[in-house]
T-cell receptor, first 113, second 112 residues
Framework: GDSVTQMEGPVTLSEEAFLTINCTYT??????LFWYVQYPGEGLQLLLK?????DKGSNKGFEATYRKETTSFHLEKGSVQVSDSAVYFC????????????FGTGTQLKVEL | DTAVSQTPKYLVTQMGNDKSIKCEQN?????MYWYKQDSKKFLKIMFS???????INETVPNRFSPKSPDKAHLNLHINSLELGDSAVYFC???????????FGQGTRLTVV
């Protein structure tokens, strides 16, 4: 079945540091890929998405590129802020029935001054 | 004008009780879901409904029963609550032709 593997946290960075959170996936066919963010005490918000190979999703300074050859969708940001502290989830929607999203385990990011 | 709203936000109850969580979406989506998030933040799908029909039923105890009276609502009823049911439950919706899902704020269930 479909699965998503993302790097374990927590990740602690200083403000303005470069962020990479690794995500790899296993799926049949051509899944759509997503990054969701969960701020403390809140629900999940879509951060960015990519629906086909070589697409780059971007939002709020975050980027991720759909790499089919390496089955990866790594999240990057050039300069993190304290307000980026949250849990980040990589997810995929496979081409099978049900339209369900399969999530990775989440990576907690803490940004310090 | 919240897109996906669920009530209540917090629910504290004793073991053995029966409780319900309600979810409504005003996005016109045709698919709705329930996800469970455990204490380690892991998210697992429980159920999915498309146009009021159950299409995904993962390995969930039959004490959990979803009900979808119409496309905009998906409620979750839980019988005989157990300590292990304590978690945050998220409702979500999507449109089959649009791939992302929109999530509610979550219901934190605590069984004591």
């Amino acid at each position: 079945g479909d699965s998503v593997t993302q790097m374990e946290g927590p990740v602690t960075l200083s403000e303005e540091a470069f962020l990479t959170i690794n995500c790899t996936y296993t799926a049949t066919g051509y899944p759509s890929l997503f990054w969701y963010v969960q701020y403390p005490g809140e629900g999940l918000q879509l951060l960015l998405k990519a629906t086909k190979a070589d697409d780059k999703g971007s939002n709020k300074g975050f980027e991720a590129t759909y790499r089919k050859e390496t089955t990866s969708f790594h999240l990057e940001k050039g300069s993190v802020q304290v307000s980026d502290s949250a849990v980040y989830f990589c997810a995929l929607r496979g081409t099978g029935g049900g339209n369900k999203l399969t999530f990775g385990t989440g990576t907690q990011l803490k940004v310090e001054l | 004008d919240t897109a996906v709203s669920q009530t209540p936000k917090y629910l504290v109850t004793q073991m053995g009780n029966d409780k319900s969580i309600k979810c409504e979406q005003n996005l016109g989506h045709d698919t709705m879901y329930w996800y469970k998030q455990d204490s380690k933040k892991f998210l697992k799908i429980m159920f999915s409904y498309n146009n009021k029909e159950l299409i995904i039923n993962e390995t969930v105890p039959n004490r959990f029963s979803p009900k979808s009276p119409d496309k905009a609502h998906l409620n979750l009823h839980i019988n005989s609550l157990e300590l292990g049911d304590s978690a945050v439950y998220f409702c979500a919706s999507s449109q089959a032709t649009i791939s992302e899902a929109f999530f509610g704020q979550g219901t934190r269930l605590t069984v004591v």
